[in-house]
């Protein structure tokens, strides 16, 4: 497999990564190239810290490689900036032959990569990584983050040899299957944003707590606020374990409309009746959530939840004269059932496409396998045969030396015969004279 790794590195962090990642891949006969992305101009660190405030890129040095396709995989690396690094924007922007190439994201961070990896900060990392991929048609099989601070959670720590060694065997054999990719890998992908949703939450509720009490106008008591904050806490804990342990990952989203309808809910409860009506529409936000991931069943699952907890408040207060069950309800219903209805039917096609996709992948993958055996039966077959030329020819140079041979015998014997005949014919004359000079002499 040949290998491109790709990186800029400002202070060296992201540099040590791809060195390891070269490492590992040399390891397993791989044929490796590295280009190092160059910034036009390099910044200090104050300067990037504004540049990518405002910019999405910057000018580059023109690369060694400025074409990909004869690669088999491309790994490309970049500092966590809140977003992906500024020159490695611009290289993923100019490069050419990213269509359908398997690609790998690694990156180094400041900060814990584990905790890193839930919040804000490197979900944007990631996703404007996925932004500029996505548009130039490559495919991105895993990302990695590991700091450049914390030894323990470095590349050179057991964690991150995990982590080096997880990310390659994910690369040498891409996407076992596209279906399973989408039922799994999205599955974590959704998790992720909504443990990144809850944490922005539990931020920004307690900055707006703090801020409200400071200026002695709080929407909520303090142990209101607690008890909120320590529902959406657990929530937040329990989706962390179950997406760092990889274990019953479909669960999170379950876990999250769980947290979020029951946080709003409470939140309802306590606002009661000045802030209450207006924050139901928190419902119609969380469906709206849900219908983007496409999964009918957690759109049916929160669907259920709202009309709980619609039923639960209307049973509590009634008389408060903000809830309007029999107007929401019905509109809370249909649209679920609606919603579920289309995302089911996506779903469906979405994975009959998979399945379409795959199976001309298998295929492809077969006839490729055929054609290179062919094409060595064929070579084979060419080598023989120029052999066989070669010996035939030598058989019938050969022959026509034996041919020349002969012939120059034959003409050789030809002409003794000429030769023998015109002594004979000398020898006959000389006879004939010497017989007439005999008769002479006796005559006489
Ligand atoms: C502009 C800028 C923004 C950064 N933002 C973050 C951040 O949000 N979170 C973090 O953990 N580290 C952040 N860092 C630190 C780098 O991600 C970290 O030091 C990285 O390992 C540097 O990689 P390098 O040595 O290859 O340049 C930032 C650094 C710069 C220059």
Known sequence: MKVLIAYYSKSGGTEKLAEALEKEFRSRGHAVDIERI?????????GWWHLRMVKSDCDIQPPKINDVSQYDVVCIGSPNWTRLSLPVARYLREVKGLKYKNIGFFASTAAWPQIEWYILSAYLLDLTFAGVVNKRGGRIIDSILLSSVFKKWSWASDYGRKVIKNFCDKLENPIPSLKKYFLEEREIENSRLLVVILSIILLSSLLLQIFTWLIGKEFLTWSEYFYLFLIEFIAYFAMLTILTGRFFAFLGKYLASLALIAGLTIAILFLTPTLGRPIIFGYILIFILFSFFRDPKSILFTAGLVVLAYFYLFFNYPSEGILLPYLDLPFIVSSAAIVGFVAKNLQDHYLNLLGAQEETEIAKAALEVRVLARTRELKVLSESLEEQV?????????????????NKLSVGRELKMIELKEEIKDLEKELGNSKVKNQKNNKT
């Open 38 to 46: 160059k910034s036009a101009k390099e910044h200090s660190f104050l």
């Open 390 to 406: 070669k010996e035939r020819t030598k058989k019938l140079e050969e022959k026509m030396a034996e041919l020349e041979r002969f």
